[in-house]
């Protein structure tokens, strides 16, 4: 079994309001080192795949046909066994 990691985030080209409203938020806290915010998803899954590569295959499977929009948002992840 492995456990995969996986993260997904808003490409810099585009626009990410709630990033920019937790920024402001911060501003009004005082906490002016912030310089930027941008706001992603962090998803686990188990999985029951008999090797790394194969549960490497379907994270990159599940990220393209569900979990992630190819044309807003990148991805990234990483398989750990369990």
Do not use: W
Not at 23 to 40: E, F, Q, T, Y
Not at 42 to 63: D, G, P, Q
């Amino acid at each position: 079994m492995y456990k995969a990691k996986i993260t997904i985030t808003l490409r810099t080209s585009i626009l990410d309001p709630q990033g920019k409203a937790v920024h402001h938020a911060l501003d009004s806290l005082s906490m002016n080192d912030v310089k930027d915010v941008r706001i992603g998803k962090f998803v686990e899954m188990t999985l029951t795949s008999e090797t790394k590569e194969e549960a490497e295959r379907t994270a990159e499977l599940a990220c393209k046909k569900l979990l992630a929009n190819p044309v807003m948002e990148d991805y990234s992840f990483s398989i750990d066994p369990m």
